[in-house]
Every structure is written in C-alpha cells, then in structure tokens.
C-alpha cells in the first residue's frame, strides 16, 4: 500500500532513455507520464515534490513550464533525480554534451576542453560544492606596481572606482578601448590579496577584484579572445565565491552564458543563465533575476523552443517590474528598460520559425530599446539597430531594414569590438535573401568591414 510512502523513486527509472531526453528537455509534464507508466501515483509524485494538485493539473494538462529554480531544485532533488539530468549541475551526460556543442562551433580542441572546464566549475560553485581543485587557473604574474603593505578601504574603493570607469567606457567604445588598461589594472589588484587587510576588509577586497576579473573577461571576449576570458570567468568565481557575493556570481554566469551564447552554445549558455538563477536567488536581486530570465528566453529561442521562450519573457518582465534599480549593484545596475527591450526584441527575432507577429513585435521593442538609449552606449545601440535592420528585412520591410543597417555601418567600424562585426551575419544573411541593388551594396559594405574567415584572437 503506497500510503505513507515518501522514498525517492527509484534510481534506474531515471537512466531510461525516454526519461532521460525529457529531463534534458525539463518535459516535466512527459517525466511525470512516464513515472504514472511504472506505477508513481500523481499523489506520490506531490509529497515527494511539494506540488500541490492543482499544480500537477496544471502540468498535465495545461503544459505548464516549471521555469522557477527553486521550484525545480525541489522537484528534482524530491524525486531523486540526479541534479545534472535536469541541467541544474554538471555531470558526464552534461559532459558528452558540451562536447557536441563545442564542437558544432570550433575546430579547436583547446575551446572544447575550455567550454567544458569552465562549466563544469560554475556548476559547483553555484549548487555550494565548489573545491579548489577546480579553480585551477590562475597565472601569477608580475604586478605594474608593488602593492601597499597594507590594504585600506581607500584601496577597494579605488579599484571599485576604476572597474566603474572602465565598465562606461567598454559600453561606449568597445573593449578594445580599455582591456589592456582592465589587464594592468587586474596586476595591481591581485597584489593587494597577498598584503595584509583586516578580517572585515576582506570581503569586499574579493569582490572588488573578482568584479574586476569580470570586466577582464568582458573586454577579453569583446575583442574575440575568448580562452582568455572564460579564464578571467573562473577567476571571478573564484573569488566572489570567496567573497559571499550572490549577486556578483549571478552577474559572472550571466556574462559566461552570453559568451557561449556568442559562440553559437545556446544549450551551454542556457545552463549559465540557469546556474545564475540559482545564485540570484540568494541574492534577492530581482534586476538580475529578470537579466538571466529574458537571456534565458534568448537561449531558448536558439533552441526553438517556444514555450519555454515565451514563459522566461514573462518571467522576466514581471521580476523587472518589482526590481529596485536604485539599489542595485553596479554590475547589474546597466540592465535598465532599454535592455530589457531589446533582449525581448532579439530574441522573438532569434526563432528560426518566428512568426511576422513575431517580427512585429521585434521591431517594436528594438525601437524602444533605440530610442531609450543615452550616447555613452555606443555599443549597445550598434547590436540593437544591427537586430532592428535584420528584422526589418526579415518581415519584409526592406527600405527600412536597408536604411537602419546603413546607419549601422556607419558606426562598426568605429567600435573596438569583434561582438559588433560578428552580429552583422544575421543582417548579411537577411540581405541576401533578395536581389534589389541596395541591398547588394548593404551586402559588400558589410563584407569590407567582416573577415570571411573569422579567428580567435590568441593574445
């Protein structure tokens, strides 16, 4: 008799192949199918996990996404599902499948083994068993400067003060414009974690230079190098995890996840966001909570899948509206009502089967996004008017998409960063799909400005 019965289900129903693919796909409503299949009453399956009956109809029936993270860690680990299964932390299936997408997108070895080392230590350091086994890279090196021999809050707050002042320049110019300065600068800051600094101090020492790697990583992946800044990546975790910042790590994953979203992963950086969640959540930030949402809904939108595209959209847009901007950290405090258009924007675009309705409503939240920007985010505007041209052509409007994507050209050059250049395949490829002479020339105009073989820069 099941009554009182409350053991996790049993281990081998998992490794099913069937069970297995609904896992990686988070097809609650077909894991469910399949336990009732061996006997798991729909009763069990609400003790085990906290669901009420309601919330089973729902996901039956309604096909209701389970999208909350704290909803889900309780579904998986009340079930006994295996935490990788699910995506929620690394394992070898997790393994096999970094493999695949690594190598969809590069013939390097290196990046396949980089893609799978950096997740493999984010997954840990978000689920709380990060071992310093794993944060292997760190390469010491000569400070510009030797530090002080003791480390004061004037010091943080110098390094806080120039990440700041590097952080509005990348917006504006690119990374190109100020990575080697963010390098000097990272010599200087790991030199002040080996002097002395007061217990009280130490916290807020990590986070600073942690957030500095950050930056690092940022600017080292807006010029195309990107082993260098999945190394930055690392260390930030690194370091944050020390610090007990919550919300810096969620920034970390974030930025980890549009990298790989960037390299054409949208299956790993959708892991990213979701790690993030997970970090967020702790941080009772809901301005990073709606960041990694509605970059979640763009990795989704990759992927093709619809549902869950559209349920992380609305996510996002309700934590937005409960956040408190003013009070949040500067690393997050950029995500304003610009960015949370123009990520809706591009990533009803993203489908490859997107709807004209679809498009529409591209065009009008990456117009808004336009509109709402300030001229120090010179980047920010190349990528939304790059994504506005695209949609344009795509929904048929072609003197619009011809004009914006002029205006586009205009600036890309002048912008330090290889992100610029590589968004424009989108629009070439929009381009060509017709003949008409403007658009042969939008075509060579961008071809003048993109390398046809396009290499990771190595330094």
């Not at 209701?64 to 998986?76: A, G, M, Q, T, Y």
């Not at 493999?99 to 978000?126: F, H, N």
């Not at 992927?303 to 934590?319: F, K, P, V, W």
């Not at 011809?402 to 590589?422: K, P, T, Y």
């Amino acid at each position: 008799m099941e009554l009182g019965h409350t053991a996790p289900v049993a281990a081998v129903e998992w490794e099913r192949e069937r069970m297995r693919r609904a896992l990686a796909e988070r097809d609650f409503r077909r894991v469910f199918q399949l336990l009732a299949s061996v006997g798991v009453s729909q009763r069990r399956i609400g003790r085990l996990t906290g669901l009420s009956s309601s919330d089973l109809y729902e996901i039956l029936h309604r096909d209701r996404v389970l999208s909350d993270i704290n909803v889900l860690l309780r579904v998986v680990d009340g079930l006994g599902i295996p935490r990788g299964y699910a995506g929620l932390a690394y394992s070898d299936s997790t393994r096999t499948l970094l493999d695949i997408a690594a190598a969809s997108c590069t013939t390097k070895p290196s990046e396949q083994d980089d893609v799978r080392d950096l997740l493999a230590y984010a997954s840990t350091v978000a689920t709380g068993t990060a071992s310093d086994d794993l944060a292997q890279w760190w390469e010491p090196i000569t400070a510009s400067a030797p530090p002080p021999p003791t480390v004061y809050l004037t010091d943080v707050s110098g390094v806080q003060r120039f990440t700041a002042a590097m952080r509005k320049l990348d917006y504006r110019f690119g990374g190109g414009s100020v990575r080697d300065a963010v390098i000097a600068q990272v010599r200087y800051a790991e030199g002040l974690l080996t002097a002395d600094f007061s217990d009280g101090l130490g916290p807020q020492l990590h986070s600073a230079v942690a957030d500095l790697h950050n930056l690092a990583g940022w600017t080292s992946f807006d010029i195309g190098n990107f082993r260098q800044a999945r190394r930055h990546f690392r260390r930030a975790l690194k370091l944050g995890l020390q610090a007990q910042d919550s919300s810096l790590l969620s920034n970390i994953l974030y930025r980890a996840g549009r990298l790989h979203l960037h390299r054409s992963m949208p299956d790993v950086a959708l892991k990213y966001f979701q790690l993030g969640q997970l970090t967020a959540q702790d941080s009772g930030c809901g301005l990073t909570v709606a960041m990694l949402h509605v970059n979640a809904a763009w990795a989704q939108a990759m992927l093709g899948n619809r549902t869950h595209m559209l349920q992380s959209i609305g996510r996002a847009e309700d934590e937005f509206a409960r956040a408190k901007s003013a009070s949040a950290n500067p690393w997050v405090r950029f995500f304003g009502e610009a960015d949370l258009h123009a990520s809706t924007g591009v990533t009803l675009a993203s489908n490859a089967d997107a709807t004209p309705a679809d498009l529409a409503a591209s065009i009008e939240h990456i117009s808004t996004a336009v509109q709402l920007r300030g001229p120090d985010m010179t980047r920010s505007q190349a990528f939304e008017r790059t994504a506005l041209a695209t949609a344009y052509l795509r929904h048929g409007d072609i003197d619009m998409g011809i004009q914006v994507g002029m205006q586009v050209l205009e600036s890309a050059a002048e912008i330090r960063s290889v992100r610029v250049i590589d968004r424009l395949a989108p629009l070439r490829s929009a381009a060509s799909v017709r003949t008409t002479g403007d658009q042969r020339e939008l075509v060579q105009m961008i071809d003048a400005i993109s390398p046809s073989n396009p290499t990771e820069i190595e330094s």
